[in-house]
């Protein structure tokens, strides 16, 4: 998912809507190595990320691992790290990492009691699912997190089984505001500002809301949300020709090029009336020629709608 997470997307997209209070940066998994990735630490370097507030996430099974990337990232100059309780994906859970760790909760308590009561640490706040495979697993979890001094609780209120998909389970996120000792934050299927007003009505006690795809797919979503101003459709074409000159500065290849463009248009094609034909082309374009034809045809073509509601 670099093509919107990754430090290029972040930068054009703090440049072109400002606004967004903190962003994340994609999770790495510190390892016994002692030593931060090149790649990871290319996309956590402080000068690659001026202008904004963002937060490190970390995988991690072992407090060891998890404190040594931890005072390594607030000697970089961070003030919170993220610790990842919600990845899906099997190859991180099978590691007992990311939801993976929710499955054995007797070890995620072992490993906070030692993060917590070591010190040299940053803020460190949470991400994490309702459970791995039934929501009644959200219980032992929130006894568990009740017991940490967490910086902010992010709730995304599926288990790891629903990957992303069956809706969100909003009755276990209101569970989770009764018994959660830190300030909370909402994650899953924020798309409209309606989706928003709906969660802030019925759980006015959440602090912040963290957004994925519905902001991949409008970038300007944070701002519709706060001013009801969405994105025009210049902004939105000059948005997205510095982002493809940004990557084209960095990428080799224009396989590489086209493959993060392609991605960034599975979720912004979502905000334009297609009826399918645009998103097969953009899909299809094999060069450099092809993708701008293609691209060129969203933004003279369709309409821009007022909402990313089609990405449900
Ligand atoms: C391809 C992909 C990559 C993701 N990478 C991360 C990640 O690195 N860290 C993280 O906390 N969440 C990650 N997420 C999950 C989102 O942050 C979010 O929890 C999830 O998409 C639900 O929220 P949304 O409905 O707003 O997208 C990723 C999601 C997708 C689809």
Redesign the pocket.
């Known amino acids: ?1 670099e093509g919107v ?1 990754g430090r290029i997307y972040r930068a054009v997209h703090s440049r072109f809507f400002p606004g967004i209070d903190k962003y ?1 940066a ?2 790495f998994s510190p390892t016994e190595t002692r030593r931060i990735p090149p790649k990871d630490m290319e996309e956590l370097k402080p000068e690659n990320n001026r202008g904004m507030v963002l937060v490190p ?1 970390l995988l991690a099974n072992s407090a060891d691992n998890f404190l040594w990337a931890a005072r390594e990232l607030r000697q970089l100059g961070y003030e919170e790290v993220n610790l ?1 309780l ?2 899906p994906s099997g190859t991180v859970t099978a590691k007992k990492k990311g939801a993976g760790l929710l499955a054995y909760p007797d070890e995620l308590d072992a490993m906070l009691e030692r993060i917590f009561s070591s010190s040299g640490a940053p803020r460190i706040s949470v ?1 994490t699912r309702i459970g791995f495979s039934e929501p009644s697993e959200l219980k032992r979890l929130m006894e568990i997190f009740r017991r940490y001094p967490i910086y902010e609780l992010t709730v ?1 209120p599926r288990v790891r089984e629903d990957f ?1 998909k069956n809706g969100v389970r909003l009755d276990a996120y209101g569970y989770a505001c009764g018994t959660s000792a830190a300030p909370l934050v909402y ?4 798309f409209t500002a309606g989706d928003f007003a709906a969660l802030l009505k019925r759980f006015p006690e959440t602090r912040a809301v ?5 902001l991949a797919a409008d970038p300007a979503l944070a701002r519709r949300i706060r001013t009801g101003e969405g994105a025009d459709r210049e902004t939105l074409r000059a948005f997205h020709d510095e982002l493809f000159r940004a990557y084209d500065d960095i990428l080799y290849g224009d396989t590489a090029l086209l493959h993060r463009m392609k991605e960034l248009w599975s979720y912004m094609i979502c905000l334009f009336k297609d009826d399918g034909k645009c998103s097969k082309r953009l899909k299809k374009a094999k060069d450099r020629a092809e993708y701008a034809a293609a691209a060129a045809a969203v933004f003279d073509g369709l309409e821009l709608l007022g909402e990313a509601a089609g990405i449900r």
């Open positions: 998912m997470t994340y994609p999770f996430q990842n919600g990845c991400k995304h992303y994650n899953g299927d924020i963290m957004m994925g795809r519905g």
